[in-house]
C-alpha cells in the first residue's frame, strides 16, 4: 500500500525557514518524479514544486522561486522541502503527491499545516 | 492555464445523475483530471486524461470532454460522495480549478 507521510509543519515567523518532509513506503520511490502541492486555509489547491525521479531536475511556481528547494534522498525514501523567506501567503496545508502519467497525482500524503504568522 | 468549475455549490438528493463542469482557459487537449477531497482529508485522485477511472473508484464515477470543456458524472449519488470536487489542467504545468462543493439536499 502507497504511504505518503508528511511532517516538519509548524508556526513560523515572516522571513523564517522551515523545512518539510515527507515519508514514502509500498513503492519504489526512486522511480517515481514527486510533487509539493498546498491548500490555503478554505481555498483550492496550488501546485508548489516538482522533482525528477534521480533529483537532477527540479521545477517551481515562479511566486516561490528563489524561496524554496525540493529535494529528495532516494536512500530513505524520502521528499524534503526547504522553505526560507517565508511569507504569510505561504500559510498552507502542504501535501506531498506521487507523479504519474503525463502529470495527474495519484497518490497524496495527510498533509502538514504551515503557519506564517508573527 | 485558468480552470473554471461551475456551480461553485451544488446540492441534490441520493439516487440523482450529478454532473459537474470543467472549463479550461485554452485547449487542453484531453489533460485533465478529478479530484474528491472530503472534509478534513487529502484529495483523492478518481478520473484521469479526461475519462480514465483510477484503479479502486466506484464506476458510478465518470470523465468526459476535450479541448476545453470536460464534465464529471456521478451516476447515481450516494451519501458518501459529500465533498469537494477539483478538476486539474497538466497540459502546461499544472493548475486546479477553485472546486464544485457537492451537498445532500
Known amino acids: 500500500e502507497v504511504q505518503l507521510v508528511e511532517s516538519g509543519g509548524g508556526l513560523v515567523q515572516p522571513g523564517r525557514s522551515l523545512k518539510l518532509s515527507c515519508a514514502a513506503s509500498g513503492f519504489t520511490f526512486s522511480n517515481y518524479g514527486m510533487h509539493w502541492i498546498r491548500q490555503a486555509p478554505t481555498k483550492g489547491l496550488e501546485w508548489v514544486a516538482s522533482i525528477s525521479p534521480s533529483g537532477g531536475s527540479t521545477y517551481y511556481r515562479d511566486s516561490v522561486k528563489g524561496r524554496f528547494t525540493i529535494s529528495r534522498d532516494n536512500a530513505k525514501s524520502t521528499l524534503y522541502l526547504q522553505m526560507d523567506s517565508l511569507r504569510s501567503e505561504d500559510t498552507a496545508t502542504y501535501y506531498c503527491?506521487?507523479?504519474?502519467?503525463?502529470?495527474?497525482?495519484?497518490?497524496w500524503g495527510q498533509g502538514t499545516l504551515v503557519t506564517v504568522s508573527s | 492555464i485558468q480552470m473554471t468549475q461551475s456551480p461553485s455549490l451544488l446540492s441534490a438528493s441520493v439516487g440523482d445523475r450529478v454532473t459537474l463542469s470543467c472549463k479550461a482557459g485554452q485547449n487542453i487537449n484531453n489533460y485533465l483530471a478529478w479530484y474528491q477531497q472530503k472534509l478534513g482529508e487529502a484529495p483523492k485522485l478518481l478520473i484521469y486524461?479526461?475519462?480514465s477511472l483510477q484503479t479502486g473508484i466506484p464506476s458510478r464515477f465518470s470523465g468526459s470532454g476535450s479541448g476545453t470543456d470536460f464534465t464529471l458524472t456521478i451516476s447515481s449519488l450516494q451519501p458518501e460522495d459529500v465533498a469537494t470536487y477539483f478538476c486539474?489542467?497538466?497540459?502546461?504545468?499544472?493548475?486546479f480549478g477553485a472546486g464544485t462543493k457537492l451537498e445532500l439536499k
Open positions: 486524461n479526461a475519462n
Open positions: 503527491a506521487t507523479a504519474d502519467g503525463p502529470g495527474w497525482f495519484a497518490y
Open positions: 486539474q489542467q497538466y497540459n502546461s504545468w499544472y493548475t
